[in-house]
């Protein structure tokens, strides 16, 4: 990456709706520096461990969760050699299929683009002050439970 070249970082905490095709044009514009961008989004999602799911509530640790975020990415910048990454996440009250989580990367190579994403989503998981708490109508009774870190999630760490 030439030195000369601006490095383009963004952390995005947002009470608002996330507008992925937004997110996506400004993630990807280049002017031929980056030679591959990578995009992950994830979304409240139900499955079978998620039957009844209305909705999940996202809270975070106002200016700290954003130091954080920031740090994530200037360690992803330095070891991935990143022209422009960008992390935007939803806080308060989702539906099922509404984005969570936004993450872009851009690098001059695709690998450093894919790897540098992985990592950011495997630290932000893991490290990011944010709470999970699903909300659930079951045989017409409505419960709550905080999500608990997962250990596949903890172990996904250990690679970096």
């Keep these: 990456m030439d030195s000369q070249l601006p490095i383009n970082k963004q952390v995005i905490i947002s009470n608002e709706p996330l507008d992925i095709v937004v997110l996506n044009q400004s993630i990807q514009f280049n002017q031929g520096e980056s030679g591959a961008s990578v995009i992950f989004t994830g979304n ?28 994530i990415l200037e360690q992803a910048i330095e070891r991935w050699r990143l022209n422009r990454v960008l992390v935007a ?23 450093q683009a894919f ?11 893991n490290k990011a002050t944010f709470w999970k708490k699903e909300h659930f109508s079951i045989e017409e009774q409505t419960k709550e439970r905080w999500v608990e870190s997962k250990q596949s999630d903890l172990d996904a760490l250990k690679r970096w």
Excluded: N, W
């Design 89 to 111: 996440h939803r806080v308060g009250r989702l539906a099922p299929g509404d984005p969570i989580v936004f993450v872009g990367t851009c690098a001059l190579h695709r690998k």
């Design 115 to 125: 790897e540098a994403a992985e990592f950011i989503m495997d630290y932000l998981k």
């Design 44 to 71: 409240v999602r139900v499955s079978k461990e998620e039957q009844g799911l209305t909705g999940m509530t996202l809270e975070h640790y106002p200016g700290m969760t954003e130091v954080l975020l920031d740090g």
